[in-house]
């Protein structure tokens, strides 16, 4: 995942590996040691251009309760610069902030109407993802617990993250399913979104991360667009058709592993080990567990030997995941397509490429 040598002329690159923070640390006249976060530390970006240009970036909240991105040191880059503005509308910021003395504070534009829908998405969603992150602060400990249905908890945070994400991405004019309203009605051949504004509720009442917002865009089955966010750590997950898929600003494949990712079991039953498995994680969101197997963390992920999935559990992941070349099957070794329909149970298998996948099913055994 991380990035390699020096950028091609006119491309800029988020720096994660030695050699480009090094060279980076040299054209913002630092210490090595003083980007070192930015490997690690969601809330910082490295960008790295040419020849002299470089730019540290810090996600911050003002007094006021604004996010924002934060020009730390700077060699021939500005809060105006493509790559900067972009770097803040992923991190769902509406401004950036300059040094002292420099541009001040430039607003970061979103994209305009005429914009390609998936790119527009993209943009609310990361913006819908920062109000998510203090709608579910602010409710914590408020409120009373409820259990639903399927025995999944519900608490004040997941109706105030619900009340935070459409009021984002409702703006989109795209009908909005969501895991904390019924359904409305959707044209199946035309494009939907289905979020889960906070996976992992149990993980987030017990405070054991991670717990995530999850949204995606959705065309005739096809997850077209996603974005997660672990809202526990800040890492960000993101991906659309053709333009690929990154984990914090850099660019993401699956690969092969012996690592395997799987939801919670019932109460009472086993988690069923893969025999071409030899860790077995389960993380207790499921969002976050997609994008461990888009990003190669994972090499794979299954619900098989259990009931099924939501559809808001996994679009998002699904996005990320089709973005970053890999492959999600039936358990019958069909394309998974997506339903408008929150309430549906769907079993897969999902992994870097088919055959990886129908290898990850077979070694799930009988069903």
């Known amino acids: 995942m991380g990035s390699g040598g020096a950028a091609a002329p006119g491309v800029v690159v988020a720096a994660t590996g030695g050699e480009v923070l090094h060279r980076a640390a040299v054209d913002l006249g630092l210490a090595p040691a003083a980007l070192a ?5 969601p809330a910082y970006r490295v ?17 006021e309760g604004t996010p924002e991105a934060v020009v730390l040191a700077a060699a021939g880059m500005g809060p105006d610069s493509p790559a900067v503005q972009a770097t803040a509308a992923a ?4 401004r950036v902030r300059d ?15 005429t914009a390609p829908l998936t790119e527009r998405f993209l943009a609310s969603a990361a913006l819908a993802a920062t109000r998510v992150e203090t709608a579910v602060a602010l409710a914590r400990g408020t409120g009373e617990d409820r259990v639903k249905l399927d025995g999944s908890p519900s608490l004040a945070a997941d109706e105030a993250a619900h009340t935070a994400a459409v009021g984002v991405l409702g703006a989109l004019g795209v009908p909005v399913l969501s895991e904390e309203r019924p359904d409305v009605a959707v044209d199946p051949d035309g494009p939907w979104i289905v979020l889960d504004p906070l996976d992992g509720t149990g993980n987030f009442r017990a405070g054991l991360p991670p717990w995530a917002f999850s949204a995606g865009l959705v065309l005739a089955g096809e997850p077209i667009a996603g974005v997660v966010v672990d809202l526990s750590s800040g890492r960000r997950w993101s991906g659309a058709a053709g333009a690929g898929a990154r984990r914090d600003d850099v660019p993401i494949a699956p690969r092969p592993g012996t690592t395997v990712v799987v939801p919670s079991a019932p109460g009472g039953r086993a988690v ?8 077995i994680r389960v993380t207790g969101c499921t969002a976050v567990e997609i994008c461990l197997v888009a990003d190669g963390s994972a090499a794979g992920w299954h619900d098989l030997d259990r009931s099924g999935t939501h559809v808001h559990d996994v679009a998002g992941g699904l996005a990320v995941l089709a973005a970053a ?6 358990q019958d ?7 408008p329909d929150t309430g549906m ?6 992994a870097g490429t088919a055959e990886a996948t129908r290898e990850l099913m077979a070694a799930v055994g009988p069903r």
Do not use: M, N
């Not at 976060?37 to 530390?41: E, G």
């Not at 960008?47 to 007094?63: M, S």
């Not at 040094?99 to 109407?113: E, F, S, T």
């Not at 149970?345 to 999902?350: E, H, M, Q, T, V």
């Open 37 to 41: 976060p930015a490997v690690s530390d």
């Open 91 to 94: 991190w769902g910021c509406e």
């Open 47 to 63: 960008l790295a251009g040419g020849p002299g240009q470089a730019v540290l970036l810090r996600r911050q909240w003002t007094v």
């Open 345 to 350: 149970l769907i079993r897969f298998a999902a």
């Open 272 to 279: 069923g080990v893969p025999t071409t498995a030899r860790r």
């Open 325 to 330: 070349g890999g492959v999600a099957l039936t």
């Open 99 to 113: 040094r002292p003395g420099g541009r001040g504070v430039l607003p970061v534009a979103p994209p305009p109407a």
């Open 333 to 339: 070794g069909e394309p998974l397509r997506l339903h």
